[in-house]
Structures are given as structure tokens and as C-alpha cells.
């Protein structure tokens, strides 16, 4: 998709792990996020790097993170983000997209 672009002002993001998903397939999205950071550098924003130490410091939140998924504070189901997830997420690719001056 990048190389359709026509432009250079891109970021890509770190997809997330899901509670739902199998140990085969948090390996694969692990994976994918390293080889997305390795392929896009500087243009990759790791969201789960971001949104995993925002826990709120219950015992749900804390196994979540050391299973290496969202805190459940931040989101309302298995793959999708609450509130104050998005929020994470938007000051993320804001920070991200005004740093290059875009």
C-alpha cells in the first residue's frame, strides 16, 4: 500500500493482539509488528508499546500486559478500544505526524 501512495508522508502503526486470539497468532502478530518496525523505522508508531503501560495498576490490567496485550482498561472487548484508548492512539499519531511538520 505505501509504495501506491505517490507521496512520502506516511506513518504506519503496530497492529494489536487481541485477548481473543490463539498463541499462533500472537506470534504472528508480534512478528509483523518487528518486521514493520525494521521495514518503516522512524514512520512506525508501536501502538501496543504505547497503549500496554498505560494500565491502570488492577490485576486485570497488569495480566494483560504481561500477556503482552492491551490493559482491559482501554478497551471494550477483545479488539476494540475504549475511549481512552483512542485517545492513546491519537496522541500518538499526532505526536508522531507534527514532528515531522506535517
Given amino acids: 500500500m505505501v509504495g501506491h501512495l505517490g507521496h512520502r508522508r506516511f506513518l504506519v502503526a503496530g497492529t494489536l493482539i487481541r485477548s481473543s486470539d490463539g498463541e499462533d497468532l500472537k506470534v504472528q502478530r508480534l512478528d509483523l509488528n518487528a518486521r514493520l518496525s525494521a521495514s518503516y523505522g522512524a514512520r512506525y508508531v ?3 508499546g504505547l497503549l500496554r503501560p498505560a494500565h491502570n495498576g488492577s490485576a486485570e490490567d497488569l495480566a494483560d500486559v504481561a500477556a503482552q ?9 477483545a479488539v476494540h478500544l475504549n475511549g481512552a484508548g483512542y485517545a492513546i492512539v491519537a496522541q500518538a499519531m499526532h505526536a508522531a505526524t507534527t514532528a515531522r511538520g506535517w
Avoid at 69 to 77: E, T
Wanted: no cysteine; net charge neutral.
Fill in 46 to 48: 508501536d501502538l501496543p
Fill in 69 to 77: 496485550l492491551v490493559p482491559r482498561s482501554l478497551r471494550i472487548d
